[in-house]
């Protein structure tokens, strides 16, 4: 059966009854590079916080440093605006007021299902595709554009809320029949990790809805991203804690930045949307959030340059502002059409600068028109997402106008996003989009997009940890990669970092090792130093093979078993190239991250090549408050240490009373059942890498309670041998 749904204009769309069951993927998020955004296959973006754990907008999503790890956004959503038969239409993925469906709900992932073979042909994948261009990723693929290429595909055909019984209608929405297939691109290198490009093709499916076949034309194409920007710091304010924490959504700016020059009379005129906290919370939240149109084409516009970028704020369910008559939110599909189509005077008298004005404001980047979309017929439209740090503002630039001030405050989001449209634009470099005689620099006739200046990749790594100390090895593999960009290979050196050392520290990372090649630049160390005369080789535990590894670097005189984050990791760096003004470039240290808890081997002496050790526990006596505890319950840990490789521990009161019991195997633990392992670092649940012979505790009973002060006993039975061995511990609280 068909439901035919009509417009006052006399719009007729008909839709299939019955369809695909829709997959809702909302926990993916982008981990390349330093911004952690979520992305949906409904056209949302973010998660509203609604998830603990799971960044909707984190940057820098991997800094060590507290004030540096900032939320940027609750909500975004694609908007396609159009006119239908002289009635504008804009197929929304949220706007205010309406989260979790219906109204404003207005893509998603559900296909009708064919009635005839064309319908089949049509039917769409309803999950998110994950690629990698990195070859030791696990999703690597050898099409993959960036680092972490995402791609879905999603409609607005539906005009009921998917899997509600009784169907339940998505108010006030009248679909256009579009098919939109989003295409996201991240980049881990350190000039590109702090935006995500989202490349869409949209395309005009009336026809497969219109029982007649023949579908309708969509004119004077307007495509954007609504935001609901609220930056803010969870390590100062804890969004979860009952009452929120303190977390505000009302302290924060929108704005626009004009050009991609220092001030808005310089540079190309981008009209960026950008987000920031009014007040930066103390240092903890100086970041700004920007969402920049970078290009696209049409079947009508073939020069991405005729295509003009607005952007547009109003206040959160503000329809009618006093104080910004201009700024009221639109409330309809005809003003959400309008809003799209024009930027604001950016005058100080009609827009928000001053932190008298913090509210909760909503972002709008938007690019048009693309013209006239016939049935069938697509268009390309690319959209950057960027966060980075406010820059401080100097005397002189306090001084200048409210919007010179946003201009300069903005100054890394703007170079971050420079970066974005070189990487879009690719071989054309004056954003024609037309191949001209000189940029064909991989000289096979046709516009490449999407081309970075490359470091070489980081080196695989292989990491054995010991009692008190660890080996670090890795490969030769970036000493072969060769710059796609200047044809030829240009390793230099390899960097090994570590986690701060110093408690308190600014810094995100310690540079533990530099070592380069000796020629004619940089230090000239040389690479024998950590060379290995005979490469180590190890087994690869995803495929099995054995990987010979070539360079390593021992530490000793660690701390065992203090769940502090500790972390190795290897960059590999280039020469740059001074011809073209471009800087040495280096990969990223969390290309190759590991993570490790010093501790003793397994008590095994062919293993472990020492002699029978009694289990133990440390610290003993345990006492409440230590320097590596948390304030709850859940944040105590000590350890069992000397254990045999497969072990079970059982830990008992004095009366014999059984408190709890762990299953020890060396070669699977991970710490996974211990929280203050697990919040070290998100990854140490799954892959930090132990020494075998330790096993935490959380100081947690089977039953699910916190032990009291006293004497406990514990005992350790070797699942190889049978052999049990005993000890005692105490705990103090």
Not at 202 to 211: C, E, K, L, V, Y
Not at 270 to 299: E, K, Q, W
Not at 637 to 647: A, D, G, Q
Request: charged share 20%.
């Amino acid at each position: 059966m068909r439901i035919r749904v009509l417009s006052a204009t006399g719009l007729a769309i008909g839709l299939l009854c019955s369809s695909l069951p829709a997959v809702d993927q909302f926990n993916k998020y982008t981990s390349a590079g330093n911004i952690g955004l979520t992305i949906t296959n409904f056209g949302v973006l973010g998660q509203g916080y609604n998830i603990e754990g799971q960044p909707s907008c984190l940057y820098r999503q991997y800094s060590q440093l507290e004030f540096e790890q900032i939320e940027h956004f609750s909500y975004g959503g694609l908007w396609v605006g159009g006119v239908v038969e002289g009635q504008p239409y804009v197929s929304t993925g949220v706007i205010d007021g309406t989260f979790g469906g219906g109204e404003g709900w207005e893509w998603n992932n559900t296909w009708p299902t064919g009635e005839s073979p064309a319908a089949d042909a049509a039917a769409i994948a309803d999950t998110i595709d994950v690629r990698s261009s990195l070859p030791l990723e696990r999703n690597y693929h050898p099409q993959a554009v960036s680092h972490e290429d995402f791609h879905c595909v999603f409609t607005d055909t539906s005009t009921v809320v998917p899997e509600t019984e009784p169907p339940r209608l998505i108010d006030n929405h009248v679909p256009m029949g579009l098919e939109v297939r989003l295409d996201s691109r991240a980049w881990n290198y350190s000039y590109a990790d702090g935006f995500v490009i989202f490349d869409l093709t949209i395309r005009n499916i009336s026809a497969f809805q219109d029982p007649a076949g023949v579908g309708h034309a969509i004119d004077s194409v307007y495509v954007g991203f609504w935001i609901d920007e609220a930056v803010g710091n969870f390590n100062l304010h804890d969004y979860y804690a009952p009452g929120n924490g303190g977390w505000s959504w009302y302290d924060n700016l929108s704005g626009v930045v004009a050009t991609n020059g220092y001030t808005p009379a310089e540079g190309d005129t981008i009209n960026m949307a950008v987000g920031y906290d009014a007040d930066g919370d103390d240092g903890f939240s100086h970041s700004m959030l920007g969402c920049r149109f970078l290009g696209g084409t049409s079947p009508t516009i073939s020069d991405p340059r005729r295509i003009l970028p607005h952007a547009n704020a109003w206040q959160w369910n503000t329809p009618v502002s006093q104080e910004f008559p201009a700024l009221g939110m639109p409330g309809s599909d005809i003003g959400r059409y309008n809003r799209m189509t024009y930027t604001p005077d950016l005058g100080s008298a009609g827009f928000p600068y001053g932190s008298e004005d913090a509210a909760s404001w909503m972002m709008l980047s938007s690019a048009g028109s693309f013209g006239s979309l016939q049935p069938g017929e697509s268009l390309n439209a690319v959209f950057a997402i960027a966060c980075a740090r406010w820059k401080e503002l100097t005397p002189a630039e306090l001084s200048s106008t409210p919007q010179e001030q946003l201009q300069y405050r903005a100054g890394n989001l703007i170079a971050s996003t420079d970066w974005a449209q070189i990487a879009w634009r690719g071989e054309d470099r004056n954003g024609n989009g037309v191949l001209d005689p000189g940029e064909d620099l991989i000289e096979n006739g046709v516009l490449d997009r999407y081309l970075l200046p490359q470091p070489p990749p980081g080196p695989r790594t292989h990491l054995v940890v010991e009692d008190r100390a660890l080996t670090l090895y890795w490969d030769e593999s970036p000493e072969l990669f060769v710059d796609p960009i200047i044809g030829e290979a240009d390793f230099e050196g390899y960097r090994v970092y570590g986690s701060p050392r110093t408690a308190g520290s600014e810094e995100d990372k310690t540079l533990l090792l530099e070592v380069d090649l000796v020629n004619d630049l940089w230090p000239n160390t040389g690479l024998s130093s950590v060379r290995l005369e005979e490469p180590a080789w190890f087994e690869d535990p995803q495929s099995g093979d054995s990987v010979a590894f070539h360079y390593s670097l021992h530490l000793d005189r660690l701390r065992n078993g203090l769940p502090s984050g500790n972390w190795l990791a290897v960059s590999a760096f280039d020469r740059g190239d001074p011809d073209n003004n471009l800087a040495s470039l280096e990969s990223s240290y969390t290309e190759n991250q590991l993570f490790y808890f010093p501790g003793a081997t397994p008590d095994d002496p062919s293993l472990s090549g020492l002699p029978d050790r009694q289990p133990g526990v440390y610290p003993n006596p345990y006492r409440g408050r230590a320097a590596w505890d948390g304030s709850g319950d859940r944040d105590r840990l000590l350890w069992f240490t000397n254990l045999p490789s497969r072990c079970e521990i059982r830990i008992f009161t004095l009366a014999g009373d059984l408190i709890d019991v762990l299953e020890h195997d060396a070669a699977t633990y991970r710490g996974g059942d211990v929280k203050r392992i697990t919040e070290a670092r998100e990854q140490a649940g799954e892959g930090a890498i132990f020494s075998g012979g330790e096993h935490a505790w959380d100081l947690i009973s089977r039953s699910d309670q916190a032990i009291a002060t006293g004497l406990y006993l514990f005992t350790v039975e070797d699942r190889a041998t049978g052999r049990v061995e005993r000890g005692k511990f105490a705990v103090i609280k």
